[in-house]
T-cell receptor, first 117, second 118 residues
Framework: AQSVTQPDIHITVSEGASLELRCNYS??????LFWYVQSPGQGLQLLLK??????LVQGIKGFEAEFKRSQSSFNLRKPSVHWSDAAEYFC???????????????FGTGTQLKVEL | DTGVSQNPRHKITKRGQNVTFRCDPI?????LYWYRQTLGQGPEFLTY????????KSRLLSDRFSAERPKGSFSTLEIQRTEQGDSAMYLC????????????????FGDGTRLSIL
């Protein structure tokens, strides 16, 4: 069964500092990996995705993530955090190559990011 | 692209009542998903439709839950005889068809319906 671990429940960074949010996954085949962001009372917004190709993927809002198969990781990074980045971040895994099937996502428990001014 | 729309945004009801939520997916998307999110947790998969066919259901979806997607457009999720444990955010997502290389398209989420059981 597929699973996602986000080891950090809460992270606090100063505005302008760099950020790295950790994500480890378990999946038996080639994974389809995502990072979503959720503001309070809102749905999830897709930041970026990885399914093949270059292991460093760029997303919206200046975020990037690196897929490391050997470490089963897909960590999210941003070189300089803005106060508006404060939110909850979810890593998710799904099937990338599915014939005739769906793509249900399995999410981690999330990392709450607080930005200090 | 008007996004995924969910109604109502909030629902408060007494234990034992029935509730129904509606999801309108992005118009060209043929796949529709329901997830449930409780406080402090990530979303958990409930069920999935491709067009009007319900292709997969999680064991989280007890017999009190039923989902439909008539004509492959909007979807409804009904919970009968609600219980305290049903209190959660119910999220709907939709996605397009497989791309040219057979890969699943990313899911786009609505803002959810928050259910509170008194």
């Amino acid at each position: 069964a597929q699973s996602v671990t986000q080891p950090d429940i809460h992270i606090t960074v100063s505005e302008g500092a760099s950020l790295e949010l950790r994500c480890n996954y378990s999946y038996g085949a080639t994974p389809y990996l995502f990072w979503y962001v959720q503001s309070p009372g809102q749905g999830l917004q897709l930041l970026l995705k990885y399914f093949s190709g270059d292991t460093l993927v760029q997303g919206i809002k200046g975020f990037e993530a690196e897929f490391k198969r050997s470490q089963s990781s897909f960590n999210l990074r941003k070189p300089s955090v803005h106060w508006s980045d404060a939110a909850e971040y979810f890593c998710a895994v799904g099937a990338s190559w599915v014939t005739g099937g769906g793509n249900k996502l399995t999410f981690g428990t999330g990392t709450q990011l607080k930005v200090e001014l | 692209d008007t996004g995924v729309s969910q109604n109502p945004r909030h629902k408060i009801t007494k234990r034992g009542q029935n509730v129904t939520f509606r999801c309108d997916p992005i118009s060209e998307h043929n796949r529709l998903y329901w997830y449930r999110q409780t406080l402090g947790q990530g979303p958990e998969f409930l069920t999935y439709f491709q067009n009007e066919a319900q292709l997969e259901k999680s064991r989280l979806l007890s017999d009190r839950f039923s989902a439909e997607r008539p004509k492959g457009s909007f979807s409804t999720l009904e919970i009968q005889r609600t219980e305290q444990g049903d209190s959660a955010m119910y999220l709907c997502a939709s996605s397009g068809v497989l791309n040219k290389t057979g890969e699943n398209q990313p899911q786009h989420f609505g803002d959810g319906t928050r259910l509170s059981i008194l």
